[in-house]
Nanobody, 124 residues
Framework: QLQASGGGLVQAGGSLTLSCEGP????????MGWFRQAPAKEREFVAA????????YYADSVKGRFTISRDNAKDTVYLQMDSLKPEDTAVYYC???????????????????WGQGTQVTVSS
């Protein structure tokens, strides 16, 4: 029900912008998040944004390099990734949370809908 796109291969220091859409369904009232999963690792929180876009959250590992934003008129959430590092290599997933509570943005289990993931590979 969510479609993530924009992944690819980029050199270290480069940039990518991921997009997440929900064709056929509006997610404008949902808190949205991005997670990532590298091979043989657990899925981890990357960034989240409140339904109105006024509050954002970031993992320490991406703070200052990644920016999450949303355009509710287009039902699209973005993840701008700058200064990419090889350790950012992973499959990136977007997710939607219908009923957020304090701190819920961090936990994958809080989210109700998930996209299929898009591969990001950063070469050194």
């Amino acid at each position: 029900q969510l479609q993530a796109s924009g992944g690819g291969l980029v050199q270290a220091g480069g940039s990518l912008t991921l997009s997440c859409e929900g064709p056929g369904r509006t997610f404008s009232g949902y808190q949205m998040g991005w997670f990532r999963q590298a091979p043989a690792k657990e899925r981890e929180f990357v960034a989240a944004i409140s339904w109105g876009g006024g509050t954002t959250y970031y993992a320490d590992s991406v703070k200052g390099r990644f920016t999450i934003s949303r355009d509710n008129a287009k039902d699209t959430v973005y993840l701008q990734m700058d200064s990419l590092k090889p350790e950012d290599t992973a499959v990136y997933y977007c997710a939607a949370e219908a009923n957020p509570y304090i701190g819920s943005y961090y936990y994958a289990s809080s989210y109700d809908f998930w996209g299929q993931g898009t591969q990001v590979t950063v070469s050194s």
